[in-house]
């Protein structure tokens, strides 16, 4: 296995270690973002509803 730079890589299980990092990484990022997304929609959500009881 060579990495992007064309080297050698010693240990592949380091390689597959560092690619689970990123994923889990990435996994993360997106949860960060959905969680964010519906805290947003709740809170328009929650600013619309006094105007809907009006």
Known sequence: MR???GNAL???NLQIF???A???A???LYVY???ALLYITQ???SQLKPEHWL
């Open 18 to 20: 560092k690619t689970y």
């Open 22 to 24: 990123v994923l889990v």
């Open 33 to 35: 973002l959905i969680r």
């Open 10 to 12: 010693p240990q592949p």
């Open 26 to 28: 990435v996994l993360r």
């Open 3 to 5: 990495d992007l730079l």
């Open 43 to 45: 809170v328009k959500v």
